[in-house]
């Protein structure tokens, strides 16, 4: 199908970007690759789409033990960045999983992380990582955490005008450990269900494709060994069904997922 | 309303100026306005891959990026590809293992096939399956094609060639 009618603009300062994107009916565009299928099947109608991709939001950069990963970095740079390969590997591994090369070419982190599909990968390492966002405006950027930016089913805390700028993670530390597990129909498909699982001084499971946001199953995260957090991962999760899968075979492949989680986890590298 | 906008792109080597649609997709406007139809569009929501394109040296779906994105790029197709010869090993692999079928998705196939081959290093039936993994056939059950893919990617690089 093809996209209804809509304006077209490409800020070049961020300045001009947050005035546009307040604008009613305004979209903002990245790479695209959720928002043209969006308006492909006329699921989005907007007056207006504000091409971000010509801000300076693409780099990748570590200080003082944070890594800084630039809203416009696509998963392909991810894929390849050695940095993130180094510092949060939970990322290298989730990026596999993210769509196929085509599509990884021209999909962006703060297009993900804005967006905030259920099933996407980085909002859950987000989360596993303790992350914060990186959210700018005109007045200024300002940081919220990972956990408390995913508010609801494609719902996060931004206001008319703002924008992801950002990701900030914190650099994965030699005795900590991350694992990134998803099943698929097919490689690169939407997740059923997926798990980033990082371990530091405590220990954070947490789901996608389980709910509306992220799911950090608090209950599992906090056992002691694995039986007790396997039997206590109903407490923490309750998928909802989708086309093909019922809410029980979510279940039962979540735990599928916390068992292999776990023993990676366990196992020293 | 006219949102129309001019770009300017380069195509296959030619620089070319129109004006439009900001709605337009780049494989629309490559079909529609070039006369470009080796493109193929299949599903228009990124699933497919039958309108595999380079852009700026990078593989996209078509069908997910509007033409105003591709202003100032330069974009090459399955048309400037094959007529550089770029791949023609891969064109002669696919006819000699019967790699396609009804052809509707072997000029995305063989786009996405030519990424991995750039890559120039030796890859697993598995690497392959994998880069392929976002077009569909719905003719030959892949093994062919990965054997064609396989067998220029080991002649290509066995002999050092980029």
Redesign the interface.
């Known amino acids: ?8 603009a ?1 800020p070049g300062s961020p300045a001009e970007a947050f005035e546009l994107a307040r604008r009613p009916g305004a979209k903002v ?1 990245a790479g ?2 959720s928002l ?2 969006a ?3 006329r699921l989005s109608q907007p007056e207006l ?1 504000v ?1 971000i ?1 010509g801000l300076p939001f693409r780099e990748i950069s570590l200080e003082q033990g944070v890594l800084r990963i630039g809203a416009l970095v696509t998963h ?1 740079e991810i894929e390849k960045s050695e940095e993130i390969a180094r510092h949060a590997p939970l990322l290298a591994e989730a990026v596999k999983h993210v ?5 990884r ?2 999909g962006t982190v703060g297009g993900s992380i804005a967006l905030a599909d259920p099933a996407a990968e980085y909002p859950a390492c987000m989360v596993a990582l303790d992350a914060s966002i990186a959210v700018a405006g005109a007045s200024g950027e300002r940081l919220v955490k990972a956990q408390y930016f995913f508010k609801g089913l494609f719902e996060v805390d931004l206001a008319p005008g703002e924008l992801v700028a950002a990701v900030e993670v914190p650099a994965q530390l030699k005795d900590q450990r991350s694992v990134f597990l998803e099943l698929a129909r ?3 498909d939407y997740a059923i269900i997926g798990l980033a699982a990082y371990k530091g001084k405590s220990t954070r499971f947490v789901f996608c494709g389980a709910g509306p946001t992220p799911v950090l199953a608090k209950h599992a995260s906090a056992a002691r060994d694995l039986d007790t957090a396997v039997s206590l991962l109903e407490k923490d999760l309750e998928p909802s069904a989708d086309l093909y899968h019922s809410a029980a075979t979510k279940l039962h492949l979540a735990k599928v997922l916390l068992k292999r989680a776990w023993t990676t986890l366990s196992t020293s590298p | ?1 006219d ?1 129309a ?1 001019d770009i300017t792109l380069t195509v296959n080597g030619t620089q070319v100026s129109r004006r439009v ?3 337009q ?1 780049l494989v ?1 406007f490559l079909r529609e306005e070039l006369g470009l139809t080796g493109s193929h569009v299949g599903c ?3 699933v497919c ?1 039958a309108c ?1 394109l380079r852009v700026d040296g ?4 078509g ?4 033409a ?2 591709a202003n100032g790029c330069r974009v090459e197709t399955i048309e400037g590809l094959s007529d550089s010869k770029e791949l023609a090993p891969l064109q002669k692999a696919f006819h000699e293992r019967n790699a396609l079928q009804c052809g509707f998705c072997t000029p995305g196939m063989l786009m ?1 096939a030519q ?1 991995l081959l750039r890559q120039n290093r030796k890859t697993t039936r598995e690497e392959i399956r ?2 392929i ?3 569909y056939c719905r003719c030959t059950g892949y093994q062919a094609i990965v054997d064609a893919i396989e067998e220029v990617m080991q002649t290509e690089v066995t002999h050092g060639k980029g």
């Open positions: 199908m093809k996209a209804p009618s809509f304006a077209y490409k565009l695209g690759q043209i299928p308006l492909n099947m789409l091409d991709s392909s769509a196929h090369p085509a599509i070419n021209r097919r490689h690169g | 309303m949102y906008l649609a900001p709605r997709h629309d228009e929501h990124g891959g595999t990078a593989i996209v779906r069908c997910l990026m509007l105003v994105q996405a990424d994998l880069h993994s976002g077009n």
